[in-house]
């Protein structure tokens, strides 16, 4: 009994920690840009519910679409719009995943105007070093953590598999050319990014030759490369209304409309295939900034996943439960219930987890060094045989996730489950008399 005390006691401790580890609660929503009004009206005019929000005069409508919650805006045209408004996004609606609609010229000359690209990878075609007239493309360093950026960035995998699925069975609308009625084609491409309008055949023939381009836009690598320091998944859908040729204005203007009614058609079917129903609401719990409130120097190194962990374990309280397997009830679940008052990131993968245990009887706020390690964007606090004073030798693993706890524990004779969710504390809910009052 005594020993389950002291696993209770441990776990209470270890738990608190994980509590501490999410950052993204607010997440699951799927966050639709395009450039222009015709990209996304159509879009928003399916809109269920739709509320409107205004922030830095960019406005960002969110509600439900097919059944899904999603925020939608118009980011502008040319890369610093769309960087600018991407941003935005990220930092005040926290989505899940970003999709890019619109229109492109076509660089392929396989391809014709009304099919549709989707971008397996996406590149600043005029970003990078000029000697003479060619540009050698280059990544250049994420001011976030240091590292050089790929010249290509790549589609999300489990987008790339949605989209797979949504292929089936979806209905454009035919383009009226002058060979007839023709239904567009949907392929898989390159999509090359650039703040200028091609309607040039040699710069077409280098784009196509250079970088392997299919389709030429001038948003889609920014956006992606805003996610891709972010850790976000990001998507660039682009249906051609025209073939960046000398031709190309005359081709845009006429065909642009249609061209961006089906990428967004192909976006709304993609959209029915996820499954996850979230509320979307700007978040204010997350930007200090805006807020007025300074950040920490230390806070500033953080990558934007780790400050959101720090953010998320600010005064929060974790609630759940634990088994004890190996002993004569083992199938009880126990209930738990933590405050983390705060956590702050030591050296390498290090965390110092300030929790408040209450069990029983028990109050006390304890300082706990916790290795943390990142399975992508989810932290998972790590403990391997730590010898706790007076407690035993401990070993856990606990993920942490939108505002959920899970793991396993043991000790040198037992081990078991844990589990739970994590909440903000309020006034209210952190004083522990105020419900009895
Ligand atoms: N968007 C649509 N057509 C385009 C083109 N030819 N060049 C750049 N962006 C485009």
């Not at 990209?39 to 960002?60: C, D």
């Not at 989209?163 to 023709?182: C, H, K, N, S, Y």
């Not at 606990?398 to 078991?416: D, E, M, P």
């Amino acid at each position: 009994m005594r020993t389950t005390l002291h696993i209770a006691f441990i776990w209470n401790v270890v738990l608190l920690l994980l509590i501490s580890g999410v950052g993204a609660a607010h997440a699951s929503s799927i966050a639709i840009l395009g450039a222009f009004d015709e990209e996304v009206t159509i879009l928003e005019a399916q809109l269920v519910a739709p509320s409107a929000h205004t922030i830095e005069g960019i406005q960002f409508l969110t509600g439900t679409l097919n059944g899904q919650n999603v925020v939608i805006a118009r980011t502008g045209v040319g890369k610093v719009n769309a960087a600018m408004t991407a941003t935005l996004l990220i930092e005040h609606f926290r989505p899940n995943r970003v999709i890019f609609t619109g229109v492109a010229g076509g660089l392929n000359p396989g391809l014709q105007i009304g099919d549709i690209v989707i971008a397996e990878k996406t590149a600043q075609h005029d970003l990078g070093r000029m000697e003479s007239t060619e540009i050698e493309n280059t990544g250049v360093r994420n001011p976030i953590n240091g590292q050089r950026n790929p010249v290509f960035f790549p589609a999300d995998p489990d987008l790339m598999q949605i989209v797979d699925t949504a292929l089936e069975g979806i209905e454009l609308t035919p383009f009226q050319t002058a060979q007839g009625q023709r239904h567009p084609r949907i392929t898989k491409g390159t999509v090359v990014t650039g703040d200028v309008f091609v309607a040039s055949d040699a710069k077409k023939t280098a784009l196509h030759k250079n970088l392997d381009g299919d389709a030429v836009e001038m948003e889609g690598a920014a956006v992606a490369q805003i996610c891709w320091q972010h850790n976000i998944p990001c998507l660039v859908i682009r249906s051609l209304s025209d073939n960046a040729n000398a031709y190309a204005s005359e081709d845009f203007q006429k065909y642009y409309e249609i061209a961006a009614r089906n990428s967004a058609a192909l976006v709304t079917h993609i959209v029915s295939q996820f499954h996850s129903a979230q509320s979307v609401q700007p978040d204010t719990t997350i930007n200090q900034e805006q807020q007025n409130l300074p950040l920490s120097p230390q806070q500033k190194g953080l990558t934007p996943d780790e400050q959101r962990f720090q953010e998320m374990l600010s005064d929060v309280t974790l609630v759940g439960h634990f088994t004890v397997i190996g002993i004569e009830d083992s199938g009880t679940l126990r209930e738990e219930k933590y405050t983390i008052k705060k956590v702050t990131k030591m050296s390498n993968n290090y965390w110092l987890f300030f929790a408040r245990v209450q069990y029983g009887r028990r109050d006390v706020t304890v300082p706990l060094q916790l290795e943390v390690k990142w399975a992508g964007d989810t932290p998972i606090i790590t403990l391997t045989d730590l010898e706790l004073p007076n407690l035993g030798t401990y070993t856990a693993r606990v993920l942490i996730y939108r505002g959920q706890y899970a793991g396993t524990w043991s000790n040198n004779r037992v081990g078991g489950h844990l589990f739970g969710t994590i909440t903000k504390n309020t006034d209210e809910s952190e004083n522990p008399n105020s419900q009895q009052e």
